[in-house]
């Protein structure tokens, strides 16, 4: 009896630390404190992503009279935007493969759940960093997200922009997106490797937050935004970056760079192992009762 007792201490010690364990990896994902960037050591990127960042330039003034193409082929400038309330702003590009459209998604489904309306509150706002990418893609972009969205009559408040490597240059630059040009499929470099985030900016066009990722939670948009209606600037958020598909020529496939997926994955096997010994402890009490 004894015996049983001191094994079933053991299992249960080991199942509280396999669960804390995995608790910990899991917490490593989550934003950090004031100040603190997270990424994995440099040596264990690709040389390529070393210019594939997201500097976090909190407080910047964007230079609003860039010149812009929106989605119906009107020229405006980013100013256009601006000066009553604060906005959404995403860099994407509409031929994107995949991670555009999972961050484009993250943004229309946080928002059906944000109490706020795009176009009365705040604009969100997507500029191509693709030269080539024009109106009729920009059009395409909007009606499929504004749809996703589910709200036909907010139309006004979303803005796919396009423009000249001039104007994409300048905007970049002032938000810290660095991105380089690749290989397609095809051989043609007409591609993009780039970290997905999404910013919040003031109504005077400076910039309050950063959200990283694809997936945003409802209730920091909601704050993010009524933030940057009043010109709050927020704090650094932990640079664990989503990286965009890029294309291996070398194998002829396309491969997922994501920073975040080894610390996922470490925490679900962990939790799963301590799932197992929590099923074999059960057990094992069964068996000692029967005794």
Known sequence: MGYAKTNRGVVRAAVWAVLLAGFGLAAQAQVSSIGRKQMGPENDKPSLLSKVTIDQHLNEQLPLNLPFVDETGKAVTLGSYFGAKPAILALVYYNCPILCSEEMQGVASALRMVHLTPGRDFNVIV????????????????????????????????????????????????VGFGYVKIK??????????????????TPQGRIAQYYMG??????????????????????PVQNILTYCYHYDPTTNTHSLIIARI????????????GGFMLLGFKKDIGGSKKV
Do not use: C
């Open 127 to 174: 500029v191509s960093i693709d030269p080539t990418d024009g109106p009729a893609q920009a059009a395409a972009k909007k009606t499929i997200y504004l749809k996703q969205y589910g709200k036909p009559e907010t139309a006004d408040g979303w803005h796919f922009l396009t423009g000249p490597q001039s104007s994409i240059d300048a905007l970049t630059q002032a």
């Open 184 to 201: 397609g499929p095809d051989g043609k470099l007409d591609q993009f490797a780039h970290a997905s985030a999404i910013q919040i900016v």
């Open 214 to 235: 694809v997936e945003y939670s409802p209730k920091d948009l909601l704050l993010g935004l009524m933030e940057a209606s009043s010109n709050r600037i927020g704090s």
């Open 262 to 273: 080894v610390q996922i994955a470490g925490a679900l096997t962990v939790l799963l192992l």
